[in-house]
DNA sequence: ATGTCTTTGTGAACGCGTGCACAAAGATGG
DNA sequence: CCATCTTTGTGCACGCGTTCACAAAGACAT
């Protein structure tokens, strides 16, 4: 879904698949919260509600680990827990630089959410030398002629780029030429990276257009009119929910293309 | 894909596949950088190079917009822009509210990439009484007692949540009980929300650890042995680009069920 | 006006993901 | 040891999304 090129048959030896791979940091959330009370079994009925999705979803999911339920009973809570870990990586720490320390960068950096699982930010990069040394969330911003050293020295393979758009294909090229292969990016920009290297991306904006869109659709269902002929310049009215428009609309150009 | 309940034949009416509407904001994107350049028009093939995608696929969603290409010639940019923006909902502004004002609602605040779409931020709330009345990217932080009055004054129907996951599913609560029925989370909980409310979540958490797991994927292939044997309690060893293991690896309990 | 060349729009095939429904497994109680 | 009851694991069917491949549409030159 996000990785950079199309993915042979997505992961193919005992191809687990990639909408599975997606669920399992949420089952993993679910059982965590129920190891630590001390939980020690679960039904796929019960987990399968706390993680949101449908039962039979998980089971099926879970059959792709192994079968690691006990019939009658449910699922070993921190049996499972270990199982998807492992599964997942997460019990080996991973090294993981920031690049870009402005606003995002600097919430992710004090973001606990990461430490908890088993990534480690082993440097906070930025291009501006006014920011180089200052501490941000304990740890010291590196200038960006460092990155490629950082990246060698730390063995680090997966990066998060949280540049302005303009900047991250080249951050993202040195990131990858530095032995980066896992790439997670904040700028609104499609990167292009060679065969072999993952990247996905995280897009505010994208999610927003996204809500707006059926945001309208609710709006305009309500009002069921049969109003949407080829040429409508002045569609919506006043759509509930939504201030009406911009006291002036005249800043959208409408253009007609004949 | 992130809608609350199973959602009937996905959008009913005229049908808008939701995959063609999540790419919907990526076209825009590379359109607007294309109108930018003051370029006329554009082939599909152009246009799905630039946003990364193959260009039957943005053919076959342009389709269900309507046949707004001309053939032999290509895309008309402006008169696109003007089409995919009317379809997502954003010629009119969307007012908006963040609430929880912490590391990361701060960064959204201060985030430009908003108004730059049809969104507009109404106001920013947070239960910490100590934030109120601060100024965050200019406007003042309002307390949570005013939520209720702030979704109904401005007509909010879009809010995201900032807050820690314990007090998501309360705010949430609050907001849809307001009026709010479009709901973006970057709080690690899954949300329960009614029918007819659209919920799409962001978790930085999540996407790491489906990096890591292709990451750990790619490491094993590269030293590909038969090594998957059914109680392989130390399987990983020098996986490549990560540091071995944490020193002592005794913390995860490794239970076996029977 | 006619031919050529480019590019759209879409029919059709395929593969993946989802959810139903049920047989089998195993726990539990008598 | 047997009967009953719970819950897993999965076969199967269905629908969505992707991609190929090509006919038709239209621009453009002559
Ligand atoms: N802030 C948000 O809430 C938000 C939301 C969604 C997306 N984004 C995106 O995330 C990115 C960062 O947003 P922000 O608000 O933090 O921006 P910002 O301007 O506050 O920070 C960008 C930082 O990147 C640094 N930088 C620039 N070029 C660099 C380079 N070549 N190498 C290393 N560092 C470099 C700058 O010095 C600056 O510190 C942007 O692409 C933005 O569109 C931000
Ligand atoms: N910071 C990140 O980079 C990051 C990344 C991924 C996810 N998250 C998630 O985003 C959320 C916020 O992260 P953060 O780092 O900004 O946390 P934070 O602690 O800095 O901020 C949380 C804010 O929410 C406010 N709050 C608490 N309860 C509230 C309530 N009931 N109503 C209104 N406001 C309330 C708090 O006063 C605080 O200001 C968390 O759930 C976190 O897991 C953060």
Redesign the interface.
Same mark, same amino acid.
């Given at each position: 879904m996000a990785?950079g090129r199309t993915h042979r048959p997505a992961?193919r030896?005992?191809g687990i698949p990639e909408a599975t791979?997606?669920r399992?940091?949420?089952y993993?959330?679910?059982l965590t919260a129920l190891s630590e009370r001390s939980v020690p079994t679960v039904s796929s009925e019960e987990l399968a509600a706390?993680?949101?999705v449908n039962s039979a979803k998980l089971r099926k999911d879970f059959s792709y680990l192994?079968s690691?339920g006990?019939r009658g009973v449910g699922y070993?809570v921190?049996?499972l827990v270990?199982q998807i870990?492992?599964?997942?990586? /997460?019990?080996?720490?991973?090294?993981?630089v920031i690049v870009g320390m402005g606003? /995002?960068g600097?919430?992710?950096a004090?973001?606990g !959410? =990461?430490a908890s699982?088993? =990534?480690r930010i082993a440097a906070l990069i930025d291009a501006d030398a006014h920011l180089a040394g200052r501490l941000i969330a304990g740890l010291p911003v590196r200038h960006a002629d460092e990155l490629e050293d950082i990246v060698e020295d730390?063995?680090?393979?997966?990066g998060v780029i949280t540049t302005p758009a303009g900047a991250a294909q080249e951050v993202c090229d040195r990131l990858v030429a530095a032995?980066v292969?896992?790439?997670?990016n904040f700028a609104?920009t499609?990167l292009?990276v060679p065969d !072999?290297v993952?990247v996905?991306k995280?897009?505010?904006?994208?999610?927003?257009?996204?809500?707006? =869109?059926?945001?309208?659709?609710?709006a305009g269902?309500e009002l069921?009119e049969a109003v949407?002929s080829?040429t409508p310049p002045v569609?919506?009215k006043t759509?509930? !929910? !939504?201030?009406?428009?911009?006291g002036s609309?005249g800043d959208?150009?409408?253009?007609?293309?004949a």
């Open positions: 990785t992961t030896s005992r791979v997606a399992l940091p949420l993993l959330r679910a706390a993680a949101g192994g690691y006990t070993d921190e049996y270990y870990s492992r599964e997942l990586g /997460l019990t080996q720490d991973w090294p993981v606003n /995002l600097a919430a992710l004090n973001y !959410g =990461f699982r088993g =990534f730390n063995q680090v393979s997966i032995g292969t896992s790439i997670l609104p499609v292009t !072999g993952d996905r995280v897009d505010l904006s994208i999610e927003l257009q996204i809500l707006a =869109f059926h945001e309208q659709r609710k269902e069921s949407d080829v569609a919506a759509v509930r !929910g !939504g201030i009406k428009r911009p609309d959208l150009p409408a253009v007609m293309p």
